[in-house]
């Protein structure tokens, strides 16, 4: 599979020939393009209009973030794989409440129950999480009865409540508390993770509605306003409490990301290069991590996973099958 | 919902003979997974191969691989990657021709597979016309269905760039 190429440090970005190269003060870097899938660019860095055509002709995407490592946008070449059909449907689904509503249900129930399974599996291993396992199941019975996107938002809002409590007790470091979810920007160290890994997530479920027939500009949970994108929001909260919120745990329980990776400043608390480096290193594996799909007989990762869930939604738009979100078995 | 006909096309015929749920993603332009190392090995057959001929005739929907003209007579060729699928290669290539004669052109057909370094010959016959008529109706038939033909494990899912989508 296409690699995802990561971008820290400042230069400049240009196309080279027929791939691309990376220039710093000293240094070059070529990187071959018909392996990369995307890019993605933390580092301040010097584009220009022939590498923005060079990408789109070679269907790229380039997701920057800002110096806090939040999501800031995408270059998003134009779509290649048009079907008319499908963004009919999909509009079609959007636009009857009812219809709207079922699939918004099934990426709560998907998240929360994916968050059932990562506490679970700390129960396993002694922590004590038992309460909030209590409460998050109660939750999960009312996810059917909730007749609009509102009150299903709020049943999801308490959900996350009790699953972040538990964090505490999974992590047990004192530099990392929880206290509360704190954004844009982030006060602490634990939630500064959080909203990095979150940012990722997102963009990568973006690259892979790219290379579907669905527009990521028409979301079910998430509102659409035909500007921003939010249908790779919804996708996300299936997969952020398995690969985000794992990939945290367990870089912080071998202490490869410490105190020491974090910077404070006037706006809060960014994490140093080093720690983005390290985080990603672990998440990229995580995505590399095959599992064995039974239906389809073949291992697939948990990055393919991604685009098998939109497929899914192809499908249920379609009329062809309903939509069930991926449950982690462990 | 109401749809736009797609037209017949020789693509369409092709994927006819290899899967009808295919035809009705495909003419719903649900194209498969254009990674599918499959797809990029027959998309590099297509661009590299027969570089001294004339590349791609374009008549009405249809595109022709390649062509050339020899004692007066046009030679059509399409060009695949494996014999494997012959029947569907044939009916293609055949229903090209047609579209040939119904403008009156008359043309003889060429299968090349450059990697197995083979050629076969496509002639148009009584019996191939009666079957490309009955395989347009059909096709016609599949893409008016409202939802594509439910998918069946076959042989050739093992390689498909749809696979994914299918048993997702």
Redesign the interface.
């Given at each position: 599979?296409?690699k995802t190429i990561y971008i820290f440090s400042d230069g400049e970005l240009h196309r080279k020939d027929n791939t691309l190269c990376f220039e710093k003060e000293k240094e070059k870097r070529y990187i071959p393009i018909e392996d990369t899938g995307e890019i993605m660019a933390f580092g301040e860095i010097n584009i220009n209009k022939r590498l923005l055509e060079f990408l789109s002709q070679k269907e790229i995407l380039l997701h920057y973030f800002n110096h806090y490592g939040y999501y800031m946008g995408t270059f998003y070449p134009r779509e290649h794989?048009?079907?008319?059909?499908?963004i009919?449907?999909q509009a079609?689904h959007y636009m009857d409440q009812t219809l709207r509503l079922k699939i918004a249900i099934e990426y709560i129930r998907g998240g929360g129950k994916n968050i059932r399974q990562v506490l679970k599996y700390y129960q396993g291993r002694g922590r004590y999480v038992g309460d909030k396992l209590e409460a998050i199941e109660k939750l999960l019975l009312d996810i059917d009865q909730q007749q609009d996107i509102p009150s299903l938002m709020a049943v999801e809002g308490n959900i996350r409540s009790w699953y972040y409590k538990g964090f505490d007790d999974i992590i047990c470091d004192t530099n990392f508390v929880f206290e509360e979810r704190s954004r844009r920007p982030p006060k602490n160290f634990l939630n500064t993770l959080i909203s990095f890994g979150n940012s990722i997530m997102y963009s990568i479920c973006l690259s892979e509605i790219y290379?579907t027939?669905l527009d990521p500009r028409i979301g079910y949970l998430h509102a659409t306003n035909f500007r921003r994108f939010s249908l790779n929001l919804d996708v996300s909260e299936i997969f952020k409490p398995i690969l985000i919120d794992r990939t945290i745990f367990s870089l912080l329980a071998r202490k490869m990301i410490t105190a020491k990776d974090f910077d404070r400043d006037a706006n809060g608390v960014l994490l140093k290069e080093k720690g983005k480096k390290c985080f990603i290193h672990a998440l990229e594996e995580k995505l590399k991590t095959t599992i064995n799909?039974r239906?389809?007989?073949r291992p697939?990762s948990y990055r393919?996973l991604i685009?098998?869930?939109l497929?899914?939604l192809?499908?249920h738009l379609?009329?062809?099958k309903t939509y069930t979100p991926f449950i982690a078995r462990w | 919902m109401e749809y736009v006909m797609v037209p017949v096309t020789g693509t369409l015929i092709w994927y006819y003979y290899i899967c009808q749920r295919e035809v009705w993603l495909i003419g719903h332009q649900i194209t498969p997974d254009q990674s599918d190392s499959n797809i990029s090995l027959g998309r590099y057959i297509h661009e590299n191969s027969y570089d001294r001929e004339r590349k791609e005739l374009v008549i009405g929907h249809s595109k022709m691989d390649v062509f050339r003209v020899s004692n007066g007579e046009l030679v059509v060729g399409e060009v695949k990657k494996s014999s494997k699928y012959s029947q569907s290669a044939r009916m293609q290539l055949a229903f090209y021709l047609m579209e040939l004669q119904d403008r009156g052109i008359k043309a003889r057909g060429e299968l090349r597979f450059p990697q197995e370094k083979k050629l076969e010959e496509v002639v148009l016959d009584e019996n191939i016309l009666e079957e490309l008529g009955r395989a347009s109706q059909a096709i016609t038939q599949i893409l008016s269905l409202q939802r594509p033909p439910e998918p069946k494990k076959i042989n050739f899912c093992k390689n498909c760039a749809y696979a994914e989508f299918c048993w997702a």
């Amino acid at each position: 599979m296409k690699k995802t190429i990561y971008i820290f440090s400042d230069g400049e970005l240009h196309r080279k020939d027929n791939t691309l190269c990376f220039e710093k003060e000293k240094e070059k870097r070529y990187i071959p393009i018909e392996d990369t899938g995307e890019i993605m660019a933390f580092g301040e860095i010097n584009i220009n209009k022939r590498l923005l055509e060079f990408l789109s002709q070679k269907e790229i995407l380039l997701h920057y973030f800002n110096h806090y490592g939040y999501y800031m946008g995408t270059f998003y070449p134009r779509e290649h794989l048009n079907s008319g059909f499908m963004i009919l449907k999909q509009a079609e689904h959007y636009m009857d409440q009812t219809l709207r509503l079922k699939i918004a249900i099934e990426y709560i129930r998907g998240g929360g129950k994916n968050i059932r399974q990562v506490l679970k599996y700390y129960q396993g291993r002694g922590r004590y999480v038992g309460d909030k396992l209590e409460a998050i199941e109660k939750l999960l019975l009312d996810i059917d009865q909730q007749q609009d996107i509102p009150s299903l938002m709020a049943v999801e809002g308490n959900i996350r409540s009790w699953y972040y409590k538990g964090f505490d007790d999974i992590i047990c470091d004192t530099n990392f508390v929880f206290e509360e979810r704190s954004r844009r920007p982030p006060k602490n160290f634990l939630n500064t993770l959080i909203s990095f890994g979150n940012s990722i997530m997102y963009s990568i479920c973006l690259s892979e509605i790219y290379k579907t027939h669905l527009d990521p500009r028409i979301g079910y949970l998430h509102a659409t306003n035909f500007r921003r994108f939010s249908l790779n929001l919804d996708v996300s909260e299936i997969f952020k409490p398995i690969l985000i919120d794992r990939t945290i745990f367990s870089l912080l329980a071998r202490k490869m990301i410490t105190a020491k990776d974090f910077d404070r400043d006037a706006n809060g608390v960014l994490l140093k290069e080093k720690g983005k480096k390290c985080f990603i290193h672990a998440l990229e594996e995580k995505l590399k991590t095959t599992i064995n799909h039974r239906d389809l007989g073949r291992p697939v990762s948990y990055r393919r996973l991604i685009r098998l869930e939109l497929y899914k939604l192809e499908k249920h738009l379609m009329g062809e099958k309903t939509y069930t979100p991926f449950i982690a078995r462990w | 919902m109401e749809y736009v006909m797609v037209p017949v096309t020789g693509t369409l015929i092709w994927y006819y003979y290899i899967c009808q749920r295919e035809v009705w993603l495909i003419g719903h332009q649900i194209t498969p997974d254009q990674s599918d190392s499959n797809i990029s090995l027959g998309r590099y057959i297509h661009e590299n191969s027969y570089d001294r001929e004339r590349k791609e005739l374009v008549i009405g929907h249809s595109k022709m691989d390649v062509f050339r003209v020899s004692n007066g007579e046009l030679v059509v060729g399409e060009v695949k990657k494996s014999s494997k699928y012959s029947q569907s290669a044939r009916m293609q290539l055949a229903f090209y021709l047609m579209e040939l004669q119904d403008r009156g052109i008359k043309a003889r057909g060429e299968l090349r597979f450059p990697q197995e370094k083979k050629l076969e010959e496509v002639v148009l016959d009584e019996n191939i016309l009666e079957e490309l008529g009955r395989a347009s109706q059909a096709i016609t038939q599949i893409l008016s269905l409202q939802r594509p033909p439910e998918p069946k494990k076959i042989n050739f899912c093992k390689n498909c760039a749809y696979a994914e989508f299918c048993w997702a």
